[in-house]
Nanobody, 121 residues
Framework: VQLQASGGGLVQPGGSLRLSCAAS????????MGWFRQAPGKEREFVTA????????YYADSVKGRFTISRDNAKNTVYLQMDTVKSEDTAVYYC???????????????WGQGTLVTVSS
């Protein structure tokens, strides 16, 4: 079972970036999926989560209105659209799968390897 995050890179403040997380080895169509991030010298923090069918989404206050999570169960992939990025969004972003179908922050027990996002001019 593998969660492969991609799409990270260097982006200027105010710019946009889209991260993808492709699952392989099993389907996660019945599981909530989420994105977390860890900035240098800080603990990993919750960013956003989406329920198994996309019907519910949850966002940290720091990204609400700027980031959008979505999923395509046919492709076993979850996305994170990052708009109006700020320097404080710089971090390694991890995708994760929860053992629950609907959750904001609980039960995430499968983790991807992370992709680095750097916001800088």
């Amino acid at each position: 079972v593998q969660l492969q995050a991609s799409g990270g890179g260097l982006v200027q403040p105010g710019g946009s970036l889209r991260l993808s997380c492709a699952a392989s080895g099993r389907t996660f169509s019945n599981n909530a999926m989420g994105w977390f991030r860890q900035a240098p010298g800080k603990e990993r923090e919750f960013v956003t989560a989406i329920s198994w069918n996309g019907g519910r989404t949850y966002y940290a206050d720091s990204v609400k209105g700027r980031f959008t999570i979505s999923r395509d169960n046919a492709k076993n992939t979850v996305y994170l659209q990052m708009d109006t990025v700020k320097s404080e969004d710089t971090a390694v972003y991890y995708c994760a799968a929860s053992r629950y179908a609907v959750t904001s922050r609980e039960g995430f027990n499968y983790w991807g390897q992370g992709t680095l996002v750097t916001v800088s001019s």
